[in-house]
């Protein structure tokens, strides 16, 4: 009988990674950052885009699911005379 490889894990990048916050400890179900917790959602993007999030997300030292968390409560504003409809 053969042995089962196990997945190669994959590393984060550092501004990927959940930040630590002393006396806070990580339970299931528990918000940590915000006052409720977090709903799994899909969003389809086109491969620039995702690199454009991952460019701002990645100088901004946040994940890009927090990127946009911050834009949805209007943390970080989207400047209007660029928006155009």
Do not use: F, W
Not at 18 to 38: F, N
């Amino acid at each position: 009988m053969a042995a089962k490889k196990s997945p190669a894990k994959k590393t984060r990048q550092p501004h990927q990674r959940k930040p630590i916050l002393k006396g806070v400890k990580s339970r299931r179900g528990c918000p940590e950052l915000y006052d409720e917790l977090k709903q799994r959602t899909n969003v389809s993007l086109t491969p620039t885009a995702i690199a454009g999030l991952d460019e701002i997300s990645k100088a901004l030292g946040i994940s890009r699911s927090e990127l946009i968390e911050r834009i949805g409560r209007k943390v970080l504003e989207i400047n209007p005379s660029n928006l155009t409809a």
